[in-house]
């Protein structure tokens, strides 16, 4: 829902809105006024709103169209919050990396606070020394190469139930988003807490209501809220995303709460026997509970996980996909490479995807073209410093735009065509140093799970590459697959996309 649509809907908040107009003129004249010096160039601002009228449903877009006008980085009032805006790879260098210490706090949603403290990985508003530890904990025993290595045998297992999946539904229509999604929720929920949460057949009793709330929980956070442009109003919750939010949350952490009491029983009962031997591998919820963490904080952590590390990879697949439908040259390569280096009798967790030159570009064009965040997780200053010769003020609001980066014409030709060798002998990775193209980010707030991640989505996409033939319903005609986007914090296909698998011999 856009912000200027819910005003029109909502005549009681309308009215309540224009009955408080003169203060929030007043407010944001006497804030801003002495504020703007030196800041980077933009559109004009209307009085108390700024510039919301302009930002639209696909932002990326809208201040990608700014940039084009004003320059790679730009400001832009929302409400009584500064925004900066970063479009060039200039830009992003500076702010990722030369100013990454003082631009790397995190300005949270207002929908996400409903805990009296926000002890997360994302969404915390400083690098303090609870988010390291986290951050630490999370690198070492999910996302390191070693711990990757460590759940081959559990990773392979969820890959050869999605493949047997796919192959009892031949012939039917399958939504590839449900059937990544329940593969990658199950992986996750096995590193944390040894058992699986969903049923690709859908039968299971805790069903697909626990990622429905996941994934409302993060469409929260991404909808106009009055809270966030307008603190004043921000304890009444106007829109009710906050409430909403809370009960999302709660209702996952019900679910996840019965299992980690569970295992605290279970561990103090171990503890009684003297001398008990313990051989069993140690999942993530383990290791938490040795860190002394409180219900709380676990369940905010394993939320943040299961989002982070489900819905990235999700997308991707699909893009991925959709593009290799639409090019069926392309496609034909990575078969014909795929059949040739990738033995049928081994398993496709061991093998080293490093060898797979057009494949992995195939991977890297798909991040450009569909960067899995496009604005990058916002920013926030933690100090007042300087990009580009601009002053940013403290508590800004920072937005790093991946998206028109990575269709910068400068940089990349023919940017909006996907073509894989631009990659091909190319120094360019996803590591954080490149920043004509860093889909996962950079500096302190770069994705910890950026391995784990690629890996999934290596091994999923030439698994269903191998072994299937992909065939759109009715019919249609892969050259006309509707590509439009869906902003979110994810960049997803607006429509889904929906297949026929048939097995290849």
């Not at 980077?40 to 302009?54: D, K």
């Not at 940013?392 to 996907?418: H, M």
Request: aromatic share 10%; hydrophobic share 40%; charged share 25%.
């Amino acid at each position: 829902m856009e912000l200027t649509a819910y005003f029109m809907e909502n005549t009681l908040l309308s009215s309540f809105f224009f009955i408080l107009a003169p203060f929030f003129l007043w407010l944001i004249t006497y804030k801003y006024y002495n504020t703007k010096k030196n800041l980077p160039p933009g559109p004009p601002q209307l009085p108390i709103i700024g510039n919301l009228h302009q930002m639209g449903k696909k932002p990326h877009v809208s201040t990608a169209i700014f940039a084009k006008k004003y320059g790679p980085l730009i400001s832009l009032r929302l409400g009584s919050q500064q925004l900066v805006v970063a479009s060039s790879s200039q830009a992003a260098m500076e702010i990722l990396k030369t100013q990454d210490r003082h631009l790397s706090g995190r300005i949270m949603p207002d929908s996400f606070q409903v805990f009296p403290k926000y002890d997360g990985l994302v969404w915390a508003p400083d690098c303090n020394e609870h988010w390291k530890i986290l951050r630490a904990l999370s690198r070492v025993e999910i996302f390191s190469a070693k711990a990757i290595e460590a759940q081959s045998n559990l990773r392979n297992e969820k890959l050869a139930q999605m493949l047997d999946f796919l192959n009892i539904t031949e012939g039917k229509v399958v939504k590839i988003e449900e059937v990544v999604f329940t593969t990658l929720f199950n992986t996750m929920s096995n590193i944390l807490f040894s058992k699986d949460f969903l049923d690709l057949n859908g039968d299971n009793t805790n069903a697909h209501w626990l990622k429905k709330a996941l994934q409302k929980t993060l469409e929260n956070s991404m909808i106009p809220n009055v809270g966030d442009f307008f603190p004043i109003v921000r304890g009444l919750d106007l829109q009710g995303l906050r409430k909403d939010t809370l009960k999302q949350l709660n209702d996952v952490s019900s679910f996840t709460g019965i299992l980690i009491k569970e295992r605290r029983d279970q561990r103090a009962s171990l503890k009684v026997i003297k001398d008990v031997v313990v051989t069993e591998e140690k999942d993530f919820l383990d290791h938490l509970l040795d860190k002394n963490f409180t219900d709380i904080q676990i369940n905010i952590l394993v939320q943040e996980l299961f989002i982070a590390g489900t819905d990235t990879v999700v997308s991707t697949t699909e893009w991925a996909m959709a593009e290799l439908l639409k090019n069926k040259e392309i496609m034909k390569k990575v078969q014909e490479e795929l059949k040739r280096e990738i033995n049928s009798n081994s398993s496709i967790m061991k093998f080293d995807f490093s060898k797979l030159t057009y494949f992995n570009a195939c991977i890297k064009e798909t991040l450009r073209l569909h960067p899995v965040v496009p604005l990058l997780i916002p920013r926030r200053a933690v100090e007042t410093c300087e990009v580009m010769g601009y002053t940013i003020p403290q508590n800004s609001q920072i937005w790093v735009n991946i998206w028109e980066i990575s269709r910068d014409p400068k940089v990349w030709d023919e940017p909006n065509i996907f073509k894989p060798e631009r990659f091909i002998g190319s120094h360019l990775n996803y590591t954080g140093h490149d920043f004509e193209f860093t889909p996962f980010g950079g500096g302190r707030r770069m994705c910890p799970g950026l391995l784990s991640g690629i890996k999934g989505l290596e091994t999923i996409l030439a698994s269903l590459i191998l072994g299937f033939d992909w065939v759109l319903p009715h019919g249609e005609d892969p050259a006309n697959l509707d590509m439009n986007e869906h902003f979110g914090v994810v960049l997803q296909k607006e429509k889904p996309l929906e297949l026929i698998f048939k097995r290849r011999e």
